[in-house]
Nanobody, 124 residues
Framework: QVQLVESGGGLVQAGGSLRLSCAAS????????VAWFRQAPGTEREFVAA????????EYADSVRGRFTISGDNAENTVYLQMNSLKPVDTAVYYC?????????????????WGQGTQVTVSS
């Protein structure tokens, strides 16, 4: 089993920055991909960014490419999401997800492990 704990959410003004952290524990050696998803009220949970653990291959949603950066720290078993130039439309609960299987990184059904989420609110 793998446990994921997110942190770093909060309230920020438009144009500001936040860094989210996802700390993994348990059988982390089995992890293949770690991703961030987000869900705003009344909407579906959507893909934000993903990183393949060993190859450090990354992928981003079009809506965040160039503003957000996903990175990983093997020694700390932690994945980060650096969010710059934040917009009110980025307001959502952000979830960390992980899978031990190579699969479609953008599909939420690919992930068997999920964190509890952290709220990000961007004011205009």
């Amino acid at each position: 089993q793998v446990q994921l704990v997110e942190s770093g959410g909060g309230l920020v003004q438009a144009g500001g920055s936040l860094r989210l952290s996802c700390a993994a524990s348990g059988r982390t050696s089995r992890l293949y991909t770690v991703a961030w998803f987000r869900q705003a009220p009344g909407t579906e949970r959507e893909f934000v960014a993903a990183i393949t653990w060993s190859a450090r291959s990354t992928e981003y949603a079009d809506s965040v490419r160039g503003r957000f950066t996903i990175s990983g720290d093997n020694a700390e078993n932690t994945v980060y999401l650096q969010m710059n130039s934040l917009k009110p439309v980025d307001t959502a609960v952000y979830y960390c997800a992980a899978t031990s299987v190579a699969s479609d990184r953008r599909y939420r059904g690919s992930y068997e492990y999920w964190g509890q989420g952290t709220q990000v609110t961007v004011s205009s």
